[in-house]
């Protein structure tokens, strides 16, 4: 079972940077695509980037594309989110996610293993 624990959220200015992480246990990193979601209260869980298991792909949302970047280190089972250029609309719990193998890896729905989440407030 992949466990996954996210850390690096909290308060930023607009216009600040953010760099979030999160950690995998208990499954072959090397062999998961990694996703980050967030989800803004009363609002649906959206996407916000993608890595493929080569790090060799990434798809990011209209939203963040240009201003975040997600990356990946294989040898210490870890995912990023640099988040630049931070805006009052980025504020969200931020949730990491894994999945083997994924027809549609925008989804969430196709995603196996999630965390926790950790929060992510700008202020405007």
């Known amino acids: 079972q992949v466990q996954l624990v996210e850390s690096g959220g909290g308060l930023v200015q607009a216009g600040g940077s953010l760099r979030l992480s999160c950690a995998a246990s208990?499954?072959?990193?090397?062999?998961?695509?990694m996703g980050w979601f967030r989800q803004s209260p009363g609002k649906e869980r959206e996407f916000v980037a993608t890595?493929?298991?080569?790090?060799?792909?990434?798809i990011y949302a209209d939203s963040v594309k240009g201003r975040f970047t997600i990356s990946r280190d294989n040898t210490k089972n870890t995912v990023f989110l640099q988040m630049n250029s931070l805006k009052a609309e980025d504020t969200a719990v931020y949730y990491c996610?894994?999945?083997?193998?994924?027809?549609?890896?925008?989804?969430?729905?196709?995603?196996?293993?999630w965390g926790q989440g950790t929060q992510v407030t700008v202020s405007s």
């Open positions: 996610a894994a999945v083997s193998s994924a027809t549609k890896p925008t989804s969430g729905a196709f995603y196996d293993h």
């Open positions: 208990g499954g072959t990193f090397s062999r998961l695509r």
């Open positions: 890595i493929s298991w080569s790090g060799g792909s990434t």
